[in-house]
T-cell receptor
Framework: AQSVAQPEDQVNVAEGNPLTVKCTYS??????LFWYVQYPNRGLQFLLK??????LVKGSYGFEAEFNKSQTSFHLKKPSALVSDSALYFC?????????????FGKGTRLSVIA | DAGVIQSPRHEVTEMGQEVTLRCKPI?????LFWYRQTMMRGLELLIY????????DSGMPEDRFSAKMPNASFSTLKIQPSEPRDSAVYFC??????????????FGDGTRLSIL
């Protein structure tokens, strides 16, 4: 079985400060991990993914995420938050050995960046 | 690329009516997903297709829901009869899963459905 948890429903950060949106996962094998962002009245947009290789993954809009196997985490980070980063963020996971099982999405974390 | 196209963007109808949501995936993508998003339940996978064949429909809530993919460029999600609790935003997504779901899903902008 595979699952993903986003422990925070809401994250507030001041503009210019670093931001972190947390994600932990559970898979029986090796994980494929994704981050998506959803702006109001839009569909989810892909930000970045981890498949294999470097633990630090860089993605769109200056976001990056760090894969930590020992802590089973894949936290999303950005060094300096912008007001325009305010949105709903989803972490998703898939076990590489799960056949036809597609991604499992977390419940989402709402990020508010305050000017 | 035009992206995933969903229609209509908004639908308001009365309880008991049939509702049909439409999706055109990105050309060349061979997997298609239907999701439902509500405040209470978050994002739920309803059904997905691979090469036009339904692979997993375990997320379809009831027999009132059905989905078809008659060809690689078109899919429908139908609710008959509709009920107020079906009110939600319905998303369609597509991906190129030829390498084992390594590629991201591309989402349409959704259909906001309101059942009165």
């Amino acid at each position: 079985a595979q699952s993903v948890a986003q422990p925070e429903d809401q994250v507030n950060v001041a503009e210019g400060n670093p931001l972190t949106v947390k994600c932990t996962y559970s898979v029986s094998g090796n994980p494929y991990l994704f981050w998506y962002v959803q702006y109001p009245n839009r569909g989810l947009q892909f930000l970045l993914k981890y498949i294999t290789g470097d633990n630090l993954v860089k993605g769109s809009y200056g976001f990056e995420a760090e894969f930590n196997k020992s802590q089973t985490s894949f936290h999303l980070k950005k060094p300096s938050a912008l007001v325009s980063d305010s949105a709903l963020y989803f972490c998703a996971v898939r076990d590489w050995n799960s056949g036809n099982t597609p991604l499992v999405f977390g419940k989402g974390t709402r990020l508010s960046v305050i000017a | 690329d035009a992206g995933v196209i969903q229609s209509p963007r908004h639908e308001v109808t009365e309880m008991g009516q049939e509702v049909t949501l439409r999706c055109k995936p990105i050309s060349g993508h061979n997997s298609l997903f239907w999701y439902r998003q509500t405040m209470m339940r978050g994002l739920e996978l309803l059904i997905y297709f691979n090469n036009n064949v339904p692979i997993d429909d375990s997320g379809m809530p009831e027999d009132r829901f059905s989905a078809k993919m008659p060809n690689a460029s078109f899919s429908t999600l139908k609710i008959q009869p509709s009920e107020p609790r079906d009110s939600a935003v319905y998303f369609c997504a597509s991906s190129d899963s030829g390498t084992g779901f390594l590629q991201p899903q591309h989402f349409g902008d959704g259909t906001r459905l309101s059942i009165l």
